[in-house]
């Protein structure tokens, strides 16, 4: 089955601990993306990554680390959590990295940081 | 800079009636806009988008979009709506970036209920 998942899918932690959320997919796609949703903020781009080794800063990116070492993973890392960073995260993968194609969404990663 | 607007956080209607799910865009260029929905619990699903092409876009679940450049909207539509239609549905537009790649600009989202 084609898709993207996330682990952990809930995670409580405290600031300071640094943690990693994994980003698989299984559909061989070249951009892969992370993005945070905040009640009444819709969903913001944190980086994202037009193929291996490539990354680049979203909207939202202070705070944040990723790599891109396989094209299939995209690792989200948080250095020093804050509770600023408590939120709904979502990786998305799509086919290329030209504009037309829709995204594959994860089912999301709720964190909460104290 | 590109931008999303949907005027309205929640929509009410009842079953078998038909909805509408407002989205207002601001771009320079063409614009690549795509609908998503996301269930409860769940990540976002794409339903449909606009490309090029005939401004009535026909997507999952029998939902519908029309892209209307003058008025720069993007409604999203259903003739019958169904209780299970009820998620929080997503307005999008796809930003091309100088580097190739392009950033997603979403809507803050409308909460659509169906009332039995």
């Known amino acids: 089955e084609a898709q993207v998942t996330q682990n952990p899918r809930y995670l409580i932690t405290v600031t300071g601990k640094k943690l990693t959320v994994t980003c698989s997919q299984n559909?061989?796609?070249?951009?892969m993306s992370w993005y945070r949703q905040d009640p009444g903020l819709g969903l913001r781009q944190i980086y994202y990554?037009?193929?291996?080794?490539?990354?680049d800063k979203g909207d939202v990116p202070e705070g944040y680390k990723v790599s891109r070492k396989e094209k299939r993973n995209f690792p989200l890392i948080l250095e020093s959590p804050s509770p600023n960073q408590t939120s709904l995260y979502f990786c998305?993968?799509?086919?290329?990295?030209?504009?037309?194609?829709?995204?594959?969404f994860g089912p999301g990663t709720r964190l909460t940081v104290t | 800079a590109q931008s999303v607007a949907q005027p309205e956080d929640q929509v009410n209607v009842a079953e078998g009636n038909p909805l509408t799910v407002k989205c207002t865009y601001s771009?320079?260029?063409?614009?690549?806009l795509f609908w998503y929905v996301q269930y409860p619990n769940r990540g976002l699903q794409f339903l449909l988008k606009?490309?090029?092409?005939?401004?009535l876009v026909k997507g999952s679940y029998g939902f519908e979009a029309e892209f209307n450049k003058s008025q720069t909207s993007f409604h999203l539509k259903k003739p019958s709506a169904l209780v299970s239609d009820s998620a929080l549905y997503f307005c999008?537009?796809?930003?091309?970036?100088?580097?190739?790649?392009?950033?997603?600009?979403f809507g803050a989202g409308t909460r659509l209920f169906v009332k039995a």
């Open positions: 998305a993968s799509s086919l290329a990295a030209t504009s037309s194609y829709e995204q594959y």
């Open positions: 559909m061989n796609h070249e951009y």
């Open positions: 990554s037009m193929n291996v080794e490539v990354t």
């Open positions: 771009v320079s260029g063409n614009p690549y």
């Open positions: 606009y490309i090029t092409g005939d401004n």
């Open positions: 999008a537009v796809r930003d091309p970036l100088r580097d190739g790649g392009f950033k997603t600009i």
